[in-house]
């Protein structure tokens, strides 16, 4: 397996098709870290059941192992495999997946809970990015937290991304990402929308669905 070191220019670098989704996908089930681009900015993940992996990501971001780590999937049938809907917030997703909304969601895989160190609760979108999309198709679920050091603003330009992260196992280039930043993460209680984090989508925007 290639691990990228800083300005090594032999890292694993892909691009958005058949091909190149096809070894990240191998990747990431032999338990790699692959980077890839997104709707909103250029994504670190991996498989969030493999504990190792989820480890090295927190290493790699070093990212505080008490923020827990998003889930990216490709449908809402996906998603239901290991979170749990009602009505109220399953209308709120249909018109904003696949989109920049995070939904944080009581977890019902016991498996996943274990693996990110999950209390009761998930956070979980579908990403609006074609290529995200078909690489989560080969792999059903991935990590997908920001792909950047924490603290440090996200990329959305491939070289700098490139240029400033390091021991990876593979990059898929998207180009730039065009966005208006990071998702917007909410959970609902009640059916009441509780902002966690204000991204690209506003408050307004989601309560007028």
């Excluded at 290639?2 to 990240?24: F, S």
């Excluded at 898929?172 to 991204?199: A, L």
Aim: charged content about 30%; proline content about 4%; some cysteine.
């Amino acid at each position: 397996m290639i691990i990228k070191e800083k300005n090594d220019d032999d890292v694993l670098k892909v691009n958005c098709n058949k091909e190149g989704l096809e070894k990240a996908s191998q990747i990431v089930s032999q338990g790699g870290i692959v980077i890839f681009p997104t709707d909103t900015v250029y994504g670190i993940g991996c498989n969030p059941y493999n504990k190792e992996s989820v480890e090295k990501i927190y290493k790699i971001k070093s990212r505080d192992i008490m923020k827990l780590l998003p889930v990216l999937t490709y449908s809402i049938e996906t998603a239901e495999k290991i979170v749990e809907f009602d009505q109220f917030t399953k209308k709120i997703v249909k018109k904003f997946w696949p989109g920049p909304l995070t939904v944080i969601l009581k977890v019902t895989d016991k498996k996943i809970k274990e693996s990110l160190n999950l209390e009761n609760k998930i956070a979980i979108r579908i990403p609006d990015h074609k290529c995200t999309l078909e690489l989560l198709k080969k792999c059903n679920f991935l990590v997908g937290t920001s792909a950047n050091i924490s603290g440090n603003l996200p990329y959305t330009d491939p070289e700098e991304c490139l240029k400033n992260l390091e021991n990876y196992d593979i990059f898929v280039d998207g180009g730039i990402i065009t966005s208006k930043g990071e998702s917007t993460i909410i959970e609902i209680e009640n059916e009441k929308i509780k902002i966690i984090r204000e991204g690209s989508l506003t408050e307004d925007e989601i309560l007028q669905s």
